[in-house]
């Protein structure tokens, strides 16, 4: 009677043939409607003046001076949340203290919050107007319409990537291994450089690759703080919107070829990371 009972049950691999095609062809098409076709599109017309065309949109000044920027930023950005990331997962997983709900909770806001506002925030805070503003003013630094401000928008879209890969994980591993470490002698730094981070290295490099990618792509909330000065605030999202508005499509769809590539460059190390994560797991 069991056996019937569970012979009658059925799995996913064991529907029928149609069902199975219809399913697969559901995702295929909404895949390449929404995804491939875009895409292909994209380089289509970034190569539609030929290959020299192409090349000498991305060797004009504003364009290299946009890549230099985005390049610039995330440089800062990237390492800045790898190191939040890092030391904000280690307290909210090895230790308790009050707050720490409240601490999540704050790292999850970026994902909630449209990044125009957080763009708008940084304006209201070190804008001419804002709060700090006739105190930067008098000591000549500025941060809204300049790199600071650009630094500091990407940095707040951006510093949940590294956090939510990390805090998960550390949760499953526990605080076994570290008390070990510490039992035999091992300080903090060692702990960390020794078991730690062995251990949630695969982890942190997905996160980074995440907020690399979401740094060197993010546009709403640079679009507010940069001003949209050519050649000095300008990242490649930024210039790529100008160029289209320009009706410069040619030289519009090149630029954003840049960040599509960085993109499929981004998904191949994300599926290498996450083969190589699983065979860890596995082993």
Known sequence: ME???????LSPTTEPFWVRTLLLGVAV??????????????????????????FSALREPN??????????????????????GVVASWAITKFEF????????FIDLPFSVSP??????????????????????EHDVQIIFAVPGLVLATVFVTF?????????????QGTQEEEAAIMLGAGGFRTFFAVTLPNIKWALLYGVLLCNARAMGEFGAVSVVSGHIKGYTNTVPLHVEILYNE??????????STLLLLALLTLLLKTTIEYKFSGNKLS
């Not at 056996?3 to 049950?9: A, E, L, Q, R």
């Not at 009050?98 to 909770?105: D, E, N, V, W, Y």
């Not at 009706?247 to 954003?256: G, Q, S, V």
């Open 98 to 105: 009050a707050g720490k709900r409240l601490l999540i909770t």
């Open 29 to 54: 098409a909404f895949i390449g409607g929404l995804v491939a076709v875009p895409l292909a599109v994209v380089f289509a017309e970034a190569f539609a003046q030929g290959i020299p065309a192409y």
């Open 247 to 256: 009706y410069n499509f040619m030289a519009a769809f090149a630029m954003a």
């Open 160 to 172: 949940p990537f590294v956090a939510r890969e990390l805090i998960p994980l550390m949760e499953e």
């Open 116 to 137: 125009v506002i957080s763009g708008l925030i940084y304006v209201l805070l070190f804008g001419a107007n804002g709060w700090a503003g006739e105190w930067l003013a």
């Open 63 to 84: 364009a290299l001076a946009a890549m230099r920027l985005t390049l610039l930023v995330a440089a800062i950005a990237v390492p800045l949340n790898v190191v939040f």
């Open 3 to 9: 056996m019937n009972c569970s012979s009658s049950t």
